[in-house]
């Protein structure tokens, strides 16, 4: 996988230049030597996954998802889940059945690692990728609010 580095890097900003532009107080631009060393931290995680899509045999997206073991509370019950984190594709690679492959192999994973539950979060201004996780199976749980203060 460390082979990837290079591709998860320069696959990065098909999902966090949206963001930074929708956020930039919370987001930076993406840069191609920082997303690499951020990649190569995730390959150091024993809990961290990544998959990767190709297309015409070259990297065309990822995902990225954490194993998140969730304590037994007074009021809450043990819960083990799959955190995906980030999912990725090329311009050219959305529309064409790779996000739901992506997508479907993150839950695939989940059970073949005998995890219940697969959770996500989307960003409110990113109305298609909330459209695509409600279509595929995904609902919602809770929602953040946020209220800046300067």
Same mark, same amino acid.
């Given at each position: 996988m460390r082979a990837d580095l290079d591709a998860l890097a320069s696959l990065r900003p098909a999902v966090h230049d949206a963001h930074a532009s929708a956020h930039p107080d919370t987001f930076? *631009? !993406?840069?191609?030597? =920082? +997303?690499r060393r951020e990649a190569e931290t995730w390959l150091d995680q024993p809990s961290t996954y990544v998959l990767v899509a190709l297309l015409d =045999?070259?990297?065309a997206g990822y995902l990225r998802a954490e194993i998140f073991d969730r304590a037994e509370r007074e009021?809450?019950? +043990?819960?083990?889940?799959?955190y995906i984190d980030q999912? *990725?594709?090329? *311009?050219i690679a959305r529309r064409r059945g790779h996000g739901k492959q992506l997508l479907a192999a993150g839950v695939e994973l989940a059970r073949e690692l005998g995890i219940r539950y697969v959770e996500l979060d989307v960003y409110h201004f990113n109305r298609s990728a909330r459209a695509f996780f409600? !279509?595929? =199976?995904? *609902?919602p749980l809770r929602e953040r609010l946020v209220r800046s203060l300067h």
């Open positions: 930076k *631009a !993406s840069v191609f030597d =920082g +997303a =045999g070259e990297p009021l809450m019950h +043990a819960r083990r889940l799959l999912i *990725a594709l090329t *311009a409600l !279509s595929q =199976g995904f *609902a």
